[in-house]
């Protein structure tokens, strides 16, 4: 009669290694980094209403104690439409959202000369984003 055994091995068991001297080890694989994104405040405007205003102070109040006359600097990031008037239409809106963050930086104490305002295009499909840095 024969006898066959088999042992299965499952594919997360440790099995062990075997060192040799000298080897220098093999490099091992690392994904991408995430962008950096050491904003203040990300505002994703990608619903009707977008409440941002509690944040914005709170974050305006924490940077005051410890760095008081900081500058902010207000990134608008502005997505393509489909056509020029969806493209017009984006726009105007995003101005909108722009201003009112404007605003209401100002309300928390912010003086205008400590805003400085950026825009770029976005992704096509993504929403507008404003990002708060402080400087």
Do not use: M, W
């Amino acid at each position: 009669a024969l006898f066959v055994s088999c042992v299965a091995v499952p594919a997360f068991a440790d099995i062990g290694h075997v060192d040799v001297i000298n080897r220098q080890p093999e490099p091992q694989y690392q994904p991408p980094a995430a962008p950096k994104d050491d904003a203040l405040l990300t505002i994703r405007f990608n619903r009707n209403f977008v409440y941002f205003q509690q944040a914005l102070k709170e974050g305006v109040a924490s940077t005051q104690k410890i760095k008081p006359g900081a500058e902010y600097r207000v990134v608008s990031t502005i997505p393509p439409g489909d056509s020029a008037s969806q493209t017009q239409r984006n726009g105007q809106k995003a101005q909108a959202n722009l201003q009112s963050v404007l605003q209401e930086l100002q309300a928390d104490g912010v003086s205008q000369s400590q805003i400085h305002i950026e825009t770029s295009t976005g992704q096509h499909g993504d929403p507008q984003v404003i990002q708060i840095f402080v400087k």
